[in-house]
């Protein structure tokens, strides 16, 4: 089975992914575990995620683990999500915008360096 999501390069404590098909809880987990290493090294994280060929979330999945949000939700500084439009909405629930102190913005493909600018600043 293909990795939905793919950590492009880290530079300090910015994450740039891209994130394509179907993701699955797996992609989540290792997107975790590389957030929770540069959050152990004492680094408020950033996250840039640029959803390419995004179809979304495996239905029916255990996305119930919040094990993470719980111990590192406000360990994350940013996030910029760039995308189609249409995933916004879902995007933002998914994260949880709102339900902790990480920044969070969506951004249309066509702004990747202004997301990229907003997620460092």
């Known amino acids: 089975m ?3 999501c793919e ?3 880290i530079d300090g404590a910015l994450m740039h992914v891209r994130i394509s098909g179907i993701m699955e809880p797996a992609d989540q987990e290792s997107l975790q ?3 929770a290493s540069l959050i152990a090294q004492g ?3 950033r996250l840039l995620a640029t959803l390419d060929d995004f179809e979304g979330w495996r239905k029916g999945a ?3 683990d919040i094990a993470f ?3 590192h939700g406000n360990d994350v500084a940013r996030m910029a999500i760039v995308g ?3 995933w916004k909405d879902q995007i933002f629930a ?3 915008k709102g339900l902790r102190d990480t920044e969070v913005e969506f951004f249309p493909l066509s702004s990747e360096g202004e997301a990229e600018r907003w997620v460092r600043a």
């Open 7 to 9: 950590i492009i390069r």
């Open 43 to 45: 680094l408020k994280v």
């Open 69 to 71: 949000f719980m111990t």
């Open 94 to 96: 998914f994260v949880g």
């Open 84 to 86: 189609d439009e249409r």
């Open 62 to 64: 255990d996305w119930g």
């Open 33 to 35: 575990t590389v957030a």
């Open 2 to 4: 293909p990795v939905a």
